[in-house]
């Protein structure tokens, strides 16, 4: 819910899921899906499914995060806001939701891993402060193929073999994340999946773009 009064250069927080599935026989894949010809924000790109936060994300969501997953959150440097970390936890499982009709049930026992952050560089139509969770795919209550709940603002949505993703028309960062989440998937093997020893970040706040480690 974007606020027509507010300059277009403003920094909006967001969050995204990258969903894995393990037990593919073609083996890793994540979901995405492509955004439309005629979005303001990465026209034509595949993507993983999130937004932003909207008021009504700003709910105790006490199963989708670990206590170390919010306090990571709530130490990272800050942009524009004070977003709750579980305010980014329901936006990212509200998106999924709305955009490709799965829902996500994270537990204590498998929350959202927190796996990097990124935030849209100066002079783009929209710019985004986005944290980027993962999660296994067991998660998903239902049918992981069952698409038909999905609202239209993502099309051919469907599970990619991680070997295969990178060769979809993706965004920069997007290639950049699916990297750290190939890396991560690796060294995990058939183990449950673990949050990163450190959080990647591309802070593009102003005209000169750092990368850094959020520890």
Request: charged share 25%.
């Given at each position: 819910?974007?606020?027509?009064?507010a300059?277009?250069?403003?920094?909006r927080?967001?969050?995204?899921?990258?969903?894995?599935?393990r037990?593919?026989?073609?083996?890793?894949?994540?979901?995405?899906?492509?955004?439309?010809?005629?979005?303001?924000f990465?026209?034509?790109?595949?993507?993983?499914?999130?937004?932003g936060?909207?008021?009504?994300?700003?709910?105790?969501?006490?199963d989708?995060?670990?206590?170390?997953?919010?306090?990571?959150?709530?130490?990272?440097?800050?942009?524009?806001?004070?977003?709750?970390?579980?305010?980014?936890?329901c936006?990212?499982?509200?998106?999924?939701?709305?955009e490709?009709?799965?829902?996500?049930?994270?537990?204590?026992?498998?929350?959202?891993?927190?796996v990097?952050?990124a935030?849209?560089?100066?002079?783009?139509?929209?710019?985004?402060?986005?944290r980027?969770?993962?999660i296994?795919?067991r998660?998903?209550?239902g049918?992981?193929?069952?698409?038909?709940?999905?609202?239209?603002?993502l099309?051919?949505?469907?599970w990619?073999?991680?070997?295969?993703?990178r060769?979809?028309?993706l965004?920069?960062?997007?290639?950049?994340?699916?990297?750290?989440?190939?890396?991560l998937?690796?060294?995990?093997?058939?183990?449950?999946?673990?949050?990163?020893?450190?959080?990647?970040?591309?802070?593009?706040?102003?005209?000169?773009?750092?990368?850094?480690?959020?520890?």
């Amino acid at each position: 819910m974007t606020d027509g009064a507010a300059p277009k250069d403003r920094l909006r927080d967001a969050a995204t899921i990258i969903l894995i599935d393990r037990d593919r026989a073609e083996g890793p894949a994540v979901l995405m899906g492509m955004r439309g010809a005629g979005a303001a924000f990465m026209p034509s790109k595949y993507v993983f499914p999130g937004g932003g936060v909207d008021p009504e994300d700003d709910t105790p969501c006490p199963d989708a995060l670990s206590d170390a997953c919010r306090a990571r959150l709530s130490a990272e440097p800050r942009a524009e806001s004070d977003v709750a970390p579980d305010a980014l936890a329901c936006a990212a499982l509200r998106e999924m939701a709305e955009e490709t009709g799965l829902s996500v049930a994270p537990s204590a026992d498998d929350p959202l891993l927190f796996v990097f952050r990124a935030i849209t560089p100066p002079g783009r139509p929209r710019r985004f402060d986005a944290r980027f969770f993962l999660i296994d795919a067991r998660n998903i209550t239902g049918d992981p193929d069952d698409f038909s709940a999905a609202c239209d603002e993502l099309g051919h949505l469907h599970w990619v073999p991680v070997a295969e993703a990178r060769t979809l028309d993706l965004p920069f960062i997007t290639e950049v994340v699916l990297a750290e989440v190939e890396a991560l998937v690796r060294a995990t093997g058939d183990a449950p999946l673990a949050p990163p020893p450190t959080v990647p970040f591309f802070d593009n706040r102003t005209d000169e773009p750092r990368f850094v480690q959020l520890s």
